[in-house]
């Protein structure tokens, strides 16, 4: 895909999470709109897995840390063909398997994730095992901002460094929103960048919302030999539907009939945008 066929991507996924969220009555609407072009650039673009051999030992592997953001994984999922897209509709109903975090009953879904801070520690055992095989695969994990909170975080952060893990990548959602309120109030990150050097990660920042910046980076990887990457995606919580735009309370929360419209008019007006620019190319 061009650059601008996954930003018409990223807008399918919006509007298809949305959907999601609406529909189960439950969802985290703000980190799922937020991280919906990393997410896509990864499924469509870096990652080398295939929905026909879900189980493949060469495929890369992806852990969604920040689980509760999970409406956006299913959509692309089911849009991969890993999962039939009737599915969705039964987001969060009783005896569903498609629930308000990662499920790996689901293929395609690695890890089971919840408990915020999780994410990297498995990612670093799965960098080893890969490493130890001698894998060309790699492990992606992406993590919220609120998460680096957690001690294991850290923990993980350090092993990581110690076992030259070059094929390990942590992205971080860098929306600056958590539940209770922004990243800085509750725990302040700053420096966050000179904090995850220190601890001997290769480092790079970028505009999380910026599909080309996000593909360049992935393209760009392992940044340098024996170190594991992390990318400080800065994006925007809530992005593309403005009532919702760097607004804490939708950290979680679901959309009334009206809302939904609207955003699902914004989106639209933004997907016409994009098939006139890919038109015009």
Same mark, same amino acid.
């Given at each position: 895909?061009?650059?601008?066929?996954?930003?018409? %991507?990223?807008?399918?996924?919006?509007?298809?999470?949305?959907?999601?969220?609406?529909? *189960?009555?439950?969802? =985290?609407?703000? #980190? &799922?709109?937020?991280?919906?072009?990393?997410?896509?650039?990864?499924?469509?673009?870096?990652?080398?897995? &295939?929905? =026909?051999?879900?189980?493949?030992?060469? @495929?890369? /592997?992806?852990?969604?840390?920040?689980? =509760?953001?999970?409406?956006?994984?299913?959509?692309?999922?089911?849009?991969?063909?890993?999962?039939?897209?009737?599915?969705?509709?039964?987001?969060?109903?009783?005896?569903? @398997?498609?629930? $308000?975090?990662?499920?790996?009953?689901?293929?395609?879904?690695?890890?089971?994730?919840?408990?915020?801070?999780?994410?990297?520690?498995?990612?670093? #055992?799965?960098?080893?095992?890969?490493?130890?095989?001698?894998?060309?695969? /790699?492990?992606?994990?992406?993590?919220?901002?609120?998460?680096?909170?957690?001690?294991?975080?850290?923990?993980?952060?350090?092993? $990581?460094?110690?076992?030259?893990?070059? +094929?390990?990548?942590?992205?971080?959602?860098?929306?600056?929103?958590?539940?209770?309120?922004?990243?800085?109030?509750?725990?302040?990150?700053?420096?966050?960048?000179? /904090?995850? /050097?220190?601890? #001997?990660?290769?480092?790079?920042?970028?505009?999380?919302?910026?599909?080309?910046?996000?593909?360049?980076?992935?393209?760009?990887?392992?940044?340098? %030999?024996?170190?594991?990457?992390?990318?400080?995606? +800065?994006?925007?919580?809530?992005?593309?539907?403005?009532?919702?735009? +760097?607004?804490?309370?939708?950290?979680? *929360?679901?959309?009334?009939?009206?809302?939904?419209?609207?955003?699902?008019?914004?989106?639209?007006?933004?997907?016409?945008?994009? @098939?006139?620019?890919?038109?015009?190319?």
């Amino acid at each position: 895909m061009t650059v601008r066929e996954l930003e018409l %991507k990223a807008n399918e996924i919006r509007q298809a999470l949305l959907q999601i969220i609406f529909e *189960g009555k439950t969802g =985290h609407t703000g #980190g &799922d709109l937020s991280s919906a072009d990393i997410m896509t650039a990864l499924y469509y673009h870096t990652l080398h897995i &295939d929905a =026909h051999n879900p189980e493949d030992p060469l @495929r890369d /592997r992806f852990i969604l840390s920040k689980g =509760h953001c999970v409406e956006g994984y299913l959509a692309i999922l089911a849009d991969k063909g890993f999962i039939d897209k009737e599915e969705l509709h039964t987001f969060s109903r009783f005896k569903s @398997r498609l629930i $308000g975090h990662p499920n790996n009953e689901l293929p395609g879904m690695e890890v089971n994730t919840g408990a915020l801070g999780h994410g990297l520690p498995v990612g670093v #055992g799965m960098a080893i095992g890969l490493k130890m095989d001698a894998s060309p695969a /790699r492990v992606f994990v992406l993590m919220g901002d609120g998460e680096q909170e957690e001690g294991s975080v850290w923990e993980a952060a350090m092993a $990581g460094s110690h076992y030259k893990l070059d +094929n390990l990548v942590a992205i971080i959602d860098r929306n600056h929103l958590q539940i209770s309120g922004t990243t800085e109030e509750v725990i302040g990150l700053e420096p966050f960048a000179d /904090r995850w /050097r220190d601890f #001997g990660w290769s480092v790079r920042e970028i505009d999380g919302n910026d599909m080309q910046q996000v593909v360049s980076t992935f393209d760009s990887l392992p940044f340098e %030999k024996d170190m594991p990457s992390l990318i400080i995606a +800065n994006t925007i919580k809530g992005k593309g539907v403005k009532e919702m735009e +760097n607004v804490a309370k939708w950290h979680h *929360g679901v959309p009334d009939q009206v809302l939904l419209d609207s955003a699902i008019r914004q989106l639209r007006e933004q997907e016409n945008c994009l @098939r006139q620019a890919i038109t015009n190319e």
